[in-house]
């Protein structure tokens, strides 16, 4: 709770939760618990026993602060999260840039094949 208070200062909104008693905070984090539990346990029921002939997306944030240069240095940016993975994972892989830097339709490659070494 005080990690979004400090984000809604942050952007100079009021604070959720400054105001609470540490009872009535407890009665909240016990309640949202109880909830979130019930969301993960939902989401656990849905997962397939197999991913046989199933598409998986996995999903890389450039990070690096703003104005960062490239490549961005480990342990951020695609160049880093890419070589954690796997060569099972990478031989089946297509890449695709689309959202990640700004470009006009015609720029867009699309995705293509991944070359790896």
């Given amino acids: 709770m005080t990690r979004i208070d400090r984000a809604r200062c942050i952007l100079h909104l009021r604070p959720y939760f400054v105001g609470m008693t540490d009872e009535v ?3 909240l984090a016990h309640e949202l ?5 019930g969301v993960i ?12 002939g199933k598409t998986v997306v996995i999903e ?8 960062s240069n490239y490549p961005i240095a ?11 993975l ?3 994972i ?3 892989a297509a890449c695709s840039t689309s959202g990640s830097l700004p470009r006009s ?9 991944a070359q790896w070494r």
């Fill in 105 to 113: 339709p015609a720029q867009e490659p699309g995705p293509r094949q």
């Fill in 25 to 27: 905070k407890a009665g």
């Fill in 60 to 67: 890389f944030a450039r990070g690096g602060p703003e104005g």
């Fill in 90 to 92: 990478l031989s089946n």
């Fill in 41 to 52: 346990r939902e989401k656990n029921a849905g997962i397939p026993d197999t991913l046989e």
């Fill in 86 to 88: 796997s060569r099972d």
């Fill in 74 to 84: 480990q342990p951020q940016g695609y160049q880093y999260s890419l070589s954690l």
């Fill in 33 to 37: 618990d109880e909830e979130c539990a």
